[in-house]
């Protein structure tokens, strides 16, 4: 048995390539290197084929005081 893969969910490098920021979504552990952590804040539904229900986020939007 080999333990989890832990790679990118977008461009599918490992942490031996770069390094990996994890993520917790709907009870499943995800990771993301930096280059690509720009798509999910700003444009999640292109990560909704990696992550279903992104698509329903939209961009980020400022925060109003
Ligand atoms: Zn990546």
Sequence with gaps: M???????????RDHTEVPLISLRYQDK?????PQHLPILIHKPAQL??????????????????
């Design 2 to 12: 080999n333990p989890p893969r832990h790679a990118c969910i977008h461009c599918g």
């Design 29 to 33: 552990d995800l990771w993301i290197c």
């Design 48 to 65: 909704a084929h990696k992550l279903p229900g992104l698509e329903l986020l939209g961009p980020a939007e400022h925060a109003h005081d």
